[in-house]
């Protein structure tokens, strides 16, 4: 069973109840762990989860942890009226961490994780000291986040594959995701549906930085029906390659911000050529920065026909893994 797609604006807000209502099997037949109740923080759950995973109910509250996963089949649910309500934070960034990744609030590796209306986010203070600094650094397989909050500013979300020739499958459903700088970053083969991506003011900003390596792996980073919104002031574009295949598209997508009218960027323009072999492509955007017209030169307008290769079905022909 397909998750059903909903908007994201004035979509309902699963609550915890309600969140497990949605597994049934899952609620019924794995062990479930309760934070704070049973568990004072989140780390301390984790440890007490065994092989076969377990669902981790958390209480509203801010629970500031730098954590790490590597457990499979875990599934978080914020048991709050709504994501807002269970928040995950830390304010690490790559120059205090010693590197991108390690500045992430929360890593998670093991395959089978989900969460489920939570807020995860990275405070670290951009404004004092410009740097990378990322909330969540997701490499698992088999990924859904559902109603999630993801707050940042460069670098927000990490989304990648353990091994370039092994992507990881990644859903993010209904999920409101901010930034400025590359905010949705990495290989893995992601695909976002009816998510609400806001850009940080900023002179100059970047939603994706996708780093495909090679014109074989089948990673790329898909959106399908969701929202662009931007700070007032903000410039931006909807992606540069971090690596020289990058592959981002999207579809159906409201951009009711003032996007960059080339759309696209190269990575550092004058030195890099990564346009040569990235593949950019949009179908059907619309609202206030949705005339293609404009376009870089290299970035492709698909057809009906075209974009159907891009849909959920397509991406993710096995997905009994996201119901």
């Known amino acids: 069973m397909i998750l059903s797609r909903r908007s994201v604006l004035g979509g309902l807000t699963l609550s915890g109840a309600a969140a497990l209502a949605a597994f049934p099997t899952m609620a019924q037949t794995r062990p479930v762990f309760k934070v704070p109740e049973q568990y004072k923080?989140?780390?301390?759950?984790?440890?007490?989860?065994?092989?076969?995973?377990?669902?981790?109910?958390?209480?509203?509250?801010?629970?500031?942890?730098?954590?790490?996963?590597?457990?499979?089949?875990?599934?978080?649910?914020?048991?709050?009226?709504k994501p807002e309500d269970v928040v995950i934070v830390w304010g690490d960034s790559s120059k205090m961490a010693g590197g991108t990744g390690k500045s992430a609030s929360f890593t998670v590796t093991g395959d089978g994780f989900?969460?489920?209306?939570?807020?995860?986010?990275?405070?670290?203070?951009?404004?004092?000291?410009?740097?990378?600094?990322?909330?969540?650094?997701?490499?698992?397989?088999?990924?859904?986040?559902?109603?999630?909050?993801?707050?940042?500013?460069?670098?927000?979300?990490?989304?990648?594959?353990?091994?370039?020739?092994?992507?990881?499958?990644?859903?993010?459903?209904?999920?409101?995701?901010?930034?400025?700088?590359?905010?949705?970053f990495g290989n893995a083969l992601a695909f976002f549906d009816r998510c609400h991506l806001h850009i940080l003011a900023r002179s100059s900003a970047f939603i994706t930085a996708h780093s495909r390596t090679?014109?074989?792996?089948?990673?790329?980073?898909?959106?399908?029906?969701?929202?662009i919104t931007a700070g007032e002031g903000a410039t931006f574009y909807l992606g540069r390659a971090w690596r020289p295949y990058a592959q981002v598209i999207f579809l159906d997508t409201q951009i009711d911000a003032p996007l960059h009218p080339e759309g696209w960027r190269e990575w550092t323009p004058g030195k890099t050529e990564t346009?040569?072999?990235?593949?950019?492509?949009?179908?059907?955007?619309?609202?206030?920065?949705?005339?293609?017209?404009?376009?870089?030169?290299?970035?492709?307008?698909?057809?009906?026909?075209?974009?159907?290769?891009?849909?959920?079905?397509?991406?993710?022909?096995?997905?009994?893994?996201i119901g």
């Open 41 to 81: 923080t989140l780390a301390e759950a984790f440890t007490a989860v065994g092989d076969t995973g377990a669902t981790i109910e958390i209480a509203p509250g801010t629970y500031r942890e730098k954590l790490t996963l590597a457990k499979t089949d875990v599934h978080l649910v914020g048991t709050g009226k």
């Open 114 to 184: 989900r969460a489920t209306n939570l807020t995860i986010s990275n405070d670290y203070n951009h404004n004092a000291d410009p740097s990378q600094a990322v909330a969540l650094y997701l490499t698992a397989d088999r990924a859904v986040l559902t109603k999630v909050r993801l707050l940042g500013a460069q670098d927000t979300l990490y989304a990648a594959s353990k091994k370039p020739t092994q992507p990881s499958r990644q859903y993010y459903t209904d999920c409101y995701i901010e930034g400025h700088v590359d905010f949705i």
């Open 214 to 227: 090679a014109e074989t792996e089948t990673t790329a980073y898909v959106f399908d029906h969701c929202r």
């Open 275 to 321: 346009y040569a072999t990235a593949h950019y492509a949009e179908y059907n955007s619309s609202g206030i920065g949705g005339d293609m017209g404009q376009r870089v030169f290299w970035a492709k307008k698909l057809t009906a026909d075209q974009a159907a290769k891009w849909r959920l079905e397509a991406v993710f022909p096995d997905r009994n893994w």
